[in-house]
């Protein structure tokens, strides 16, 4: 597996894969192409096109043209599928006598990251993690006594604690500036923002009421901040983006955390989000809002778990219930828009790992279905998914919602 700096990233919403993957693709062509090169376009393909617009795909597309002072015409097939994967764009630049000087096709597959055709060296990162089943690192644990989080630490090296404390900051502001923000979300659904609202409402109620309502909170605080643009960490992606920050910065608050106990959770959730990326998908495109949502949620529970003193068997299974309850979970955003129902289902994951994190703990950390059998699965039922429920806005909430 590869270092977990490549699945938290800091960027700009509202999307991971429609707004950061191809603003990096549009940055990788224009390094490549000649100076003879005047005119240039793209055209999206799949899921790129389907829900573009509301991903602002194009928007960030135009921007990094812009920034070189050169124009660029976008071309929309939504109906056309490449084949190695939904997310995907061809670049094109022509001279002045409209020649064609230079070509690239870029698949963003999800978190950020993208691959160029033709170019296996591309978006890959060195394997740095010898072993990527869960199974298997449980049992190191086991055997050598050390936390997930040492196991992370060994692969990494000492550097990643300064860069998970730059994602650890970063989370906190997109909570505290999402708390600080009313009014609506940009885009056609006029949707009101909540997170301000659920935080005085939580802070007039006691103990358990009070809990859950401040977790939903900090996760709509962030979800909103990333539909409207804002600087968030993708925890697997932008979509999924406020479940682990919501739960940490929950924990975080109401028992007074050092920091350094935050960063060792944020290193075992991106160790579980790790696995989901090497053994399956974390692209909404290619297995649906299971490997957004779910694997954001399965990373929290692990994170909270850890918090509260579970063992390597107890964080497995708390990671384990955390996405087995979101398989099968479409991805339907309505109007293309990473809004309804993006935004309440992070609030709800959010809940659900707390949730699931209790429920490990009462236990002895023994249970049937193994993370790695539910990855295997979760991937299988994301190939099994039709098209339509995978980010194309075709299917479920966001049928007829782009006409």
């Known amino acids: 597996m590869k270092s977990i700096k490549e699945l938290y990233k800091i960027g700009k919403g509202p999307s991971s894969s429609h707004t950061m993957g191809p603003q990096s693709a549009a940055q990788e062509f224009l390094k490549r192409v000649p100076e003879s090169a005047v005119r240039f376009e793209v055209t999206l393909y799949g899921s790129l096109a389907a829900t573009g617009k509301g991903h602002m795909t194009d928007e960030a597309i135009i921007n990094v043209f812009k920034e070189h002072g050169h124009d660029i015409e976008i071309i929309w097939r939504p109906e056309t599928f490449l084949p190695y994967h939904p997310n995907a764009m061809t670049f094109k630049a022509y001279d002045r006598e409209g020649e064609q000087v230079s070509e690239l096709t870029v698949y963003s597959v999800g978190g950020g990251?993208?691959?160029?055709?033709?170019?296996?060296?591309?978006?890959?990162?060195?394997?740095?993690?010898?072993?990527?089943?869960?199974?298997?690192?449980?049992?190191?644990?086991?055997?050598?006594?050390?936390?997930?989080?040492?196991?992370?630490?060994?692969?990494?090296?000492?550097?990643?604690?300064?860069?998970?404390?730059?994602?650890?900051?970063?989370?906190?502001?997109?909570?505290?500036?999402?708390?600080?923000?009313?009014?609506r979300l940009p885009g056609p659904l006029n949707l009101r923002r909540k997170a301000a609202q659920y935080q005085v409402k939580a802070e007039g109620y006691r103990d358990n009421l009070r809990s859950r309502g401040l977790t939903f909170a900090y996760a709509l605080a962030v979800s909103e901040q990333n539909a409207s643009g804002g600087m968030i960490v993708t925890a697997p992606t932008c979509g999924s983006s406020g479940v682990v920050p919501g739960v940490l910065y929950h924990i975080w608050k109401s028992?007074?955390?050092?920091?350094?106990?935050?960063?060792?959770?944020?290193?075992?959730?991106?160790?579980?989000?790790?696995?989901?990326?090497?053994?399956?998908?974390?692209?909404?495109?290619?297995?649906?809002?299971?490997?957004?949502?779910?694997?954001?949620?399965?990373?929290?529970?692990?994170?909270?778990?850890?918090?509260?003193?579970?063992?390597?068997?107890?964080?497995?299974?708390?990671?384990?219930?955390?996405?087995?309850?979101?398989?099968?979970?479409?991805?339907?955003?309505?109007?293309?828009?990473?809004?309804?129902?993006?935004?309440?289902?992070?609030?709800?994951?959010?809940?659900?790992?707390?949730?699931?994190?209790?429920?490990?703990?009462?236990?002895?950390?023994?249970?049937?279905?193994?993370?790695?059998?539910?990855?295997?699965?979760?991937?299988?039922?994301?190939?099994?998914?039709?098209?339509?429920?995978?980010?194309?806005?075709?299917?479920?909430l966001a049928k007829g919602s782009l006409q």
């Open 255 to 396: 028992r007074n955390l050092p920091e350094m106990k935050v960063l060792r959770a944020l290193a075992t959730a991106g160790l579980i989000g790790n696995i989901v990326k090497q053994n399956a998908s974390i692209s909404g495109a290619e297995v649906g809002c299971q490997g957004e949502v779910g694997v954001a949620c399965a990373m929290a529970a692990a994170a909270a778990c850890q918090l509260f003193g579970g063992s390597p068997s107890q964080i497995e299974y708390a990671a384990e219930m955390g996405l087995e309850h979101h398989l099968g979970m479409t991805c339907d955003p309505v109007c293309g828009l990473v809004q309804i129902p993006c935004i309440e289902r992070n609030a709800y994951a959010a809940a659900r790992a707390l949730d699931a994190n209790i429920y490990a703990s009462f236990s002895d950390g023994e249970h049937r279905v193994s993370f790695d059998k539910l990855v295997t699965v979760m991937k299988e039922t994301g190939h099994d998914l039709p098209s339509l429920y995978k980010e194309t806005g075709e299917g479920g």
């Open 113 to 183: 990251a993208i691959k160029i055709e033709g170019d296996p060296e591309s978006a890959e990162s060195p394997e740095i993690y010898g072993i990527n089943k869960m199974s298997e690192i449980v049992d190191y644990c086991q055997r050598t006594g050390k936390c997930y989080w040492e196991y992370v630490e060994e692969c990494e090296g000492p550097d990643i604690w300064p860069y998970l404390s730059d994602v650890w900051a970063v989370m906190r502001k997109s909570v505290e500036d999402g708390l600080a923000q009313e009014g």
